[in-house]
């Protein structure tokens, strides 16, 4: 049975505001303790999944943003190396609202 991955969320009023991408003190600390996790393991990748709400303009695309800017902070200013770290981002449904304005981070072990 293969590793089970960690996952962590940047969630609530906190994680982003309505059509931004740009990544606050909220999701730095989560994406803090992925660094951390990576660095720790040099085996394993990280997976940062970007949502936005069916009602921000241009969802799709701002979903994606918030994921490559997460994957960017952890490149830049982090130090692991973006090869380790897939991006993937969803648009939820309006009846989400503030659920949809987050993002997860997750750790995947090797194997």
């Known amino acids: 049975m293969p590793p089970q991955a960690k996952v962590q969320s940047c ?7 309505q059509n ?14 992925l660094a951390t996790s990576l660095q720790n393991d040099p085996n394993a990748r990280g ?3 970007g949502y936005a709400d069916a009602k921000e303009r241009k969802a799709d695309k701002l ?9 960017k ?9 973006d090869s380790r770290i897939d991006t993937r981002s ?12 987050t ?3 997750a750790v995947v072990p090797a194997g």
């Open 11 to 17: 969630t609530g009023k906190g994680a982003f505001r």
């Open 20 to 33: 931004s991408a740009s990544v606050n003190n909220v999701c730095k600390r989560i994406l803090d303790d």
């Open 47 to 49: 997976v940062v999944t």
């Open 63 to 71: 979903a994606a943003d918030r994921a490559a800017n997460a994957k």
């Open 73 to 81: 902070y952890l490149s830049e200013k982090k130090g692991v190396s």
């Open 90 to 101: 969803k648009t939820g449904t309006a009846a989400q609202a503030v659920d949809n304005l």
């Open 103 to 105: 993002l997860d981070a």
